[in-house]
């Protein structure tokens, strides 16, 4: 099984609309896969599942069971102040350690609103994850100037990102 991370918290990011897009180009493929999405974090996670308190909330549990039991993971990840999202490195710092996402592989896709495509997100986010002992596929997808390719309903009009999208997904089954 294959999760779909949208690594951000935002509720009906951008992000998760990639990742239903991944997810169904991985269907036509004719793999499971599911979305482990951060807005259905619980708000107090940081204070309530992390250290001390790991393995104690149940809510936070079943989204680090989405992670830890998939054989792979796709994340999806905006570019937040030239880096990934805080709420991504909180929840990855609660997954379980050693163990959690180690000896997975995980591909990784860029959003952002200029025109690197999430390029600095992506580099700290492949070294947290190799850190962690997680294998990066080496294709990394970046969508720059997302806003203008993906519509509300999430739909790209951008024949070059459906085509990265096809051919990572595509990689990342052989990967």
Excluded: W
């Excluded at 036509?28 to 599911?34: C, L, V």
């Excluded at 995980?106 to 609103?113: P, W």
């Excluded at 009009?157 to 096809?166: D, G, S, T, V």
Aim: aromatic share 8%; net charge negative; with cysteine.
């Amino acid at each position: 099984m294959i999760t779909i991370v949208a690594g951000t918290n935002r509720r009906n990011s951008r992000a998760r609309r990639i990742s239903d897009l991944y997810a169904a180009q991985l269907r036509e493929f004719g793999a499971d896969s599911r979305i482990l999405d951060l807005a259905d974090l619980p708000a107090d996670f940081t204070a309530t599942a992390l250290y001390d308190n790991a393995g104690l909330h149940p809510e936070f549990n079943q989204l680090v069971s989405l992670a830890s039991d998939a054989d792979k993971l796709v994340f999806v990840v905006p570019e937040y102040n030239c880096s990934y999202p805080g709420v991504l490195k909180a929840f990855i710092d609660g997954l379980p350690y050693p163990g959690g996402i180690r000896n997975k592989k995980a591909a990784l896709v860029g959003l952002s609103s200029g025109t690197q495509g999430g390029l600095l997100a992506l580099s700290h986010l492949t070294d947290v994850l190799m850190y962690l002992g997680t294998a990066v596929l080496p294709l990394r997808v970046r969508l720059p100037t997302i806003e203008a390719s993906l519509t509300t309903t999430g739909q790209l009009n951008n024949p070059l990102f459906e085509q990265l999208i096809r051919e990572q997904a595509e990689q990342f089954l052989q990967f």
